[in-house]
């Protein structure tokens, strides 16, 4: 069980530490959104005089905060997902299904952080159309995104498995239940 437990709680600690910075980034991201979106308006109502590079600006903004908190959003279980099957299957086979869709979203969001890196090479070869920069700093969202979301699909997995595997794994890795679902303990 030890062997399971150590990597996981550093990978835990990594997707904590991975998590705040991504949501105090994006928090900085929505402010320069919300700037460049309202020095637009100021432009073109106040002074009659639209610049053409603040709704690319913002685009680029808002693609990254969305990017920087994917992770932590699937890490708590914030996405839209249908619960309810696991809530009538037995513990085991519910189980066995998570774990089976962990897997499934593994090699998925893999195949996009290979694309995402891919955007990101091909990125240097075009510039943003109203303002001088490559292209690929803006496309760096996506394998960020996805690889952030693949550090966070492993803890799950793990999880998962260990609680399978271990009757006592959740209370070994500081996991109470909550509402009958394991959460991690907040402290």
Wanted: proline fraction near 4%.
């Amino acid at each position: 069980m030890n062997a399971l437990l150590l990597p996981l709680k550093a990978l835990m600690f990594l997707n904590t530490a991975i998590a705040s910075v991504g949501k105090f980034l994006a928090w900085i991201c929505v402010t320069l959104m919300v700037s460049s979106i309202l020095f637009q308006v100021v432009m073109r109502y106040v002074f009659n005089n639209a610049q053409p590079w603040p709704e690319e600006v913002a685009r680029a903004f808002m693609i990254w905060m969305m990017a920087l908190v994917a992770a932590a959003a699937y890490r708590e279980g914030s996405f839209v997902a249908i619960e309810m099957l696991h809530d009538f299957l037995p513990r085991v086979v519910a189980a066995l299904l998570k774990i089976v869709l962990y897997v499934a979203a593994l090699i998925i969001l893999y195949y996009l952080f290979t694309m995402g890196l891919e955007f990101f090479q091909r990125g240097f070869r075009t510039r943003a159309a109203s303002f001088n920069l490559p292209r690929a700093w803006i496309y760096l969202a996506m394998p960020v995104c996805f690889g952030t979301m693949i550090l966070v699909n492993i803890e799950l997995l793990l999880k998962e498995t260990g609680a399978l595997l271990f009757r006592d794994f959740n209370d070994r890795l500081g996991i109470k239940p909550k509402h009958g679902r394991a959460q991690l303990a907040m402290e």
